[in-house]
């Protein structure tokens, strides 16, 4: 059973940071696709940043780029979002998702596996 675990989200000030990690109980972790998603309250879901599965392709979105990286550790079946500059919007729950193939995807129906989430409240 794949199980997802998130953790490292918090309450931070505009500008500040954080980093987010996803712990995998995946036997084959080297072989799936991660990706991060968020949802604000009223918001539908959004995809944030999404890593191949050998971690060479990657993909942010357009309102996060230059301020949040997606990495991997394959060794360790742990993806990490880490995430500077903070804005207020940037407030949500944040999710991980892995889908067993190895290219990067933005869109949550391809993703099969999803963690519980984590908050992420950035105050102004």
């Known amino acids: 059973q794949v199980q997802l675990v998130e953790s490292g989200g918090g309450l931070v000030q505009a500008g500040g940071s954080l980093r987010l990690s996803c712990a995998a109980s995946?036997?084959?972790?080297?072989?799936?696709?991660m990706g991060w998603f968020r949802q604000a309250p009223g918001k539908e879901r959004e995809s944030v940043a999404s890593?191949?599965?050998?971690?060479?392709?990657?993909w942010v979105a357009g309102s996060v780029m230059g301020r949040f990286t997606i990495s991997r550790d394959n060794a360790k079946n742990t993806v990490y979002l880490q995430m500077n500059s903070l804005k207020p919007e940037d407030t949500a729950v944040y999710y991980c998702?892995?889908?067993?193939?190895?290219?990067?995807?933005?869109?949550?129906?391809?993703?099969?596996?999803w963690g519980q989430g984590t908050q992420v409240t950035v105050s102004s």
């Open positions: 890593i191949s599965s050998s971690g060479r392709n990657t």
């Open positions: 998702a892995a889908r067993g193939t190895t290219t990067v995807s933005t869109r949550a129906r391809e993703y099969d596996h």
């Open positions: 995946i036997r084959t972790f080297g072989s799936y696709a």
